[in-house]
């Protein structure tokens, strides 16, 4: 039981000596609905006083500033920042963001919470804490422990924007939930890339391996192989999305968003009365990375209508407000599902085994782009065709303007079973 207690200044703040004489410090926190304990460390009680008054003005100045005297845990503080996020999902102007970007912080944020121990409270964490952190009795970085994951440079350090963003929020926060503003940052090299873009050539299929990845995707997701229709489905569903990926150059995101009410197919005749469909396609400002909406055409019309005959044979009701690509028309497709049957039809090609690691659903992006460029569309036509800037273009296509380069010395060749010939001899000798 506490000894000799002693109030501070008249207040419900109290000084007492414990069993072994030492003077303590209690104070019941109101807004927080629990006591503060801490020991004074001295067992003279004119010392105790003295510190108890200091303790006591420390506490009410930290109150009036509205800080919290207990931390609440990491996993709660995190959810608070998500649920504030939320509601700038759709704003315009300046910290508008779309669900896309919304839901990839939660899952930087969720890579944190993995990181960080289960029952952490903010106010444990210091300013070093994705520089060196004990994680199950062995110190470790951030980047040392998302890299054992196998996470790309680039992808870590969009976590940790994230996370200190995050952290930002809680420092400012009316309540002071933390008393960092932000953490420092392990140091990452940054990646160079050569002036003709071999990192970008890298992740891009060549024609050859897209042949193959598309032929083992048709075997892949043959109904002669999936008798169960609820699987049939599902893998014409990834079949049809990287299909109209590769035709499109979407984004994974702004395809998993697309709904059928923003697509439709044009039919239109060839010179040689060839019939092809057009996918005239509509991008919601709301779905885009860049938050500007924009519509163009792609050749592939005959993948929406394909998909559609698809979903009423396997009992899909289709409504123009589902989402396209869509296991019930109401849920998004998610990219790590993507991934595992992108790795599984990998699997089935011939690709060389050092190849398919470079190669991601994002590559098929790379691919449309370099192919459109080489087709002689301008850089802005992309960009304005693929949702971005020209200088973006600019800057990661490098590697097509060497390409050009030797497209435009031999304008005046064509190129028969590997071999080069010329169409005409301008040279007059």
């Known amino acids: 039981m506490p000894k000799n207690e002693v109030n501070i200044k008249g207040t419900k703040a109290v000084i007492y000596q414990n069993d072994y004489g030492v003077w303590q410090f209690r104070i019941w ?153 932000t953490f420092k940052l392990p140091k990452i090299k940054l990646r160079t890339y050569t002036i003709d873009g071999e990192e970008i050539r890298r992740q891009t299929f060549t024609p050859i391996e897209w042949k193959s990845f598309y032929t083992a995707m048709r075997t892949y997701a043959a109904k002669a192989h999936n008798k169960d229709t609820d699987t049939y489905y599902e893998k014409q569903l990834v079949r049809h999305f990287l299909l109209f990926m590769a035709n499109s150059g979407m984004r994974s995101g702004e395809l998993r968003q697309l709904r059928f009410k923003n697509v439709s197919v044009e039919k239109h005749v060839g010179i040689k009365q060839e019939t092809y469909l057009l996918a005239r396609v509509y991008v919601e400002r709301e779905t885009t990375k860049v938050r500007i909406p924009r519509t163009f055409h792609a050749n592939a019309g005959k993948y929406i209508e394909r998909w559609k005959k698809i979903c009423e044979e396997c009992g899909r009701d289709i409504r123009a407000d589902d989402l396209v690509f869509s296991r019930d028309g109401v849920s998004e497709y998610t990219n790590r599902i993507l991934h595992t049957h992108f790795n599984r039809i990998m699997e089935m090609t011939s690709i060389a085994a050092e190849r398919r690691d470079a190669l991601v659903p994002y590559s098929l992006r790379h691919m449309y782009i370099t192919n459109m460029s080489l087709a002689g569309a301008s850089f802005d036509k992309i960009a304005e065709h693929c949702g971005t800037s020209v200088h973006q273009i600019e800057r990661t296509y490098k590697h097509i303007s060497e390409d050009e380069q030797r497209s435009f010395a031999t304008m005046r060749y064509v190129n028969i079973n590997g071999n080069i010939v010329p169409t005409s001899d301008l040279y007059g000798d």
């Open 29 to 181: 926190l109101a807004d927080e609905d629990k006591y503060f304990r801490q020991s004074l460390r001295t067992k003279n009680k004119e010392d105790a006083i003295e510190k108890g008054e200091e303790l006591f003005w420390t506490i009410k100045l930290d109150k009036k500033n509205g800080k919290k005297i207990y931390s609440i845990s990491i996993a709660k503080a995190v959810q608070k920042y998500i649920e504030y996020r939320k509601n700038d999902v759709g704003i315009d102007g300046d910290g508008g963001i779309v669900i896309g970007r919304w839901k990839t912080i939660i899952t930087h944020l969720n890579h944190f919470l993995n990181y960080v121990k289960k029952d952490a409270k903010v106010k444990e964490l210091g300013t070093n804490t994705l520089i060196s952190y004990q994680k199950e009795g062995v110190e470790t970085s951030y980047y040392q422990f998302r890299k054992q994951q196998k996470a790309a440079d680039a992808t870590i350090r969009n976590e940790m924007a994230s996370i200190n963003a995050c952290m930002t929020y809680l420092y400012e926060h009316d309540e002071k939930l933390s008393d960092i503003p």
